[in-house]
């Protein structure tokens, strides 16, 4: 019964964590090159587009559901299963939702990059 | 790709892997926090391990913004997941943890990832506001960004 749980918490985690960063990759997007901003604007510019994009604050609540769910996660399953589990399926619906929801080019090269990653994170754990 | 962005990208790693061993190294010191009295949380932040830590954390926030503002999420994620590799480097220096077999395949797996990446454009997708066409990110024109 702890496993269902542990990986209810895995699913969570990974949807939760997937949301935010699109979210965030998102909004960072429409903000524009920070650096060029901040070089031409000054950083009062960069942080004030960035706290007027409301997706931002999405993604940041999206990431802190993912947390609260992490801490959850590990109160019912093994640090060992919840951590890299979690972070490995992360990176593959990552490759995923920056497909089709960001309309990131993600060629053959970036495929097995995410998958390289997941199974290299996922193997850390053993 | 600049100089200071692949700073930017190091500061992601280093600065994710030394906040996350600080706040470790302090909740340790604490003992464990129950979940149900969430009031023993508020005062971790006075140990000294913890604010150091969620300072350090704030920068990797910081600068986790920043390559998203120039780089895509499937760009981003792969090249920092370096910081996989840094955890087990310093439990292997700092700690003198034996590291497996096994964990020297992810490490090698993680690295082969990365190196995927590093070699292609940092930029795909076209940024949602007109302020910054396509034409501002020359690599995404390149035949390497063509699926």
Same mark, same amino acid.
């Given at each position: 019964?702890?496993?269902?749980?542990?990986?209810?918490?895995?699913?969570?985690?990974?949807?939760?964590?997937? $949301?935010?960063?699109?979210? !965030?990759?998102?909004?960072?997007? =429409?903000?524009?090159?920070?650096?060029?901003?901040?070089?031409? @604007?000054?950083?009062?510019?960069?942080?004030?587009?960035?706290? $007027?994009?409301? $997706?931002?604050?999405?993604?940041? !609540?999206?990431?802190?559901?993912?947390?609260?769910?992490?801490?959850?996660?590990?109160?019912?399953? @093994?640090?060992?299963?919840? #951590?890299?589990?979690?972070?490995?399926?992360?990176?593959?619906? @990552?490759?995923?939702?920056? =497909?089709?929801?960001?309309?990131? =080019?993600?060629? =053959?090269?970036?495929?097995?990059?995410?998958?390289? #990653?997941? $199974?290299?994170?996922?193997?850390?754990?053993? | &790709?600049?100089?200071?962005?692949?700073?930017?990208?190091?500061?992601?790693?280093?600065?994710?892997?030394?906040? *996350?061993?600080?706040?470790?190294?302090?909740?340790?010191?604490?003992?464990?926090?129950?979940?149900? *009295?969430?009031?023993?949380?508020?005062?971790?932040?006075?140990?000294?391990?913890?604010?150091?830590?969620?300072?350090?954390?704030?920068?990797?926030?910081?600068?986790? &913004?920043? +390559?998203?503002?120039?780089? *895509?999420?499937?760009?981003?994620?792969?090249?920092?997941?370096?910081?996989?590799?840094?955890?087990?480097?310093?439990?292997?220096?700092?700690?003198?943890?034996?590291?497996?077999?096994?964990?020297?395949?992810?490490?090698?797996?993680? +690295? +082969?990832?990365?190196?995927?990446?590093?070699?292609?454009?940092?930029?795909?997708?076209?940024?949602?506001?007109?302020?910054?066409?396509?034409?501002?990110?020359?690599? +995404?024109?390149?035949?390497?960004?063509?699926?």
């Amino acid at each position: 019964m702890n496993d269902l749980y542990a990986w209810a918490a895995i699913a969570l985690i990974t949807f939760a964590a997937t $949301t935010g960063d699109v979210l !965030l990759a998102y909004s960072m997007k =429409r903000v524009g090159d920070v650096g060029e901003i901040w070089k031409t @604007n000054g950083l009062f510019a960069v942080v004030s587009r960035i706290l $007027t994009t409301p $997706t931002f604050f999405l993604g940041v !609540l999206a990431m802190a559901v993912a947390f609260y769910s992490l801490l959850f996660g590990l109160s019912w399953g @093994n640090l060992s299963l919840v #951590v890299p589990a979690s972070a490995s399926l992360t990176f593959v619906a @990552n490759a995923i939702a920056a =497909r089709i929801f960001l309309h990131e =080019r993600v060629g =053959r090269r970036r495929w097995m990059a995410a998958l390289l #990653v997941a $199974t290299g994170v996922a193997l850390m754990a053993v | &790709m600049t100089f200071r962005k692949y700073l930017v990208l190091a500061g992601i790693t280093v600065f994710s892997t030394l906040g *996350d061993s600080l706040l470790a190294r302090g909740m340790k010191e604490l003992g464990g926090v129950s979940l149900h *009295d969430f009031s023993g949380l508020l005062f971790a932040i006075l140990n000294p391990w913890v604010s150091v830590g969620i300072v350090l954390l704030l920068a990797f926030f910081a600068s986790y &913004m920043s +390559a998203l503002s120039w780089a *895509d999420l499937t760009y981003v994620l792969p090249a920092t997941s370096l910081s996989y590799v840094l955890v087990a480097v310093v439990a292997r220096i700092r700690f003198h943890e034996q590291i497996s077999p096994t964990r020297w395949l992810g490490i090698a797996l993680i +690295a +082969a990832g990365v190196g995927f990446v590093a070699v292609g454009p940092a930029v795909s997708s076209v940024p949602h506001n007109l302020e910054h066409p396509l034409n501002d990110y020359p690599e +995404a024109l390149s035949p390497e960004a063509k699926p």
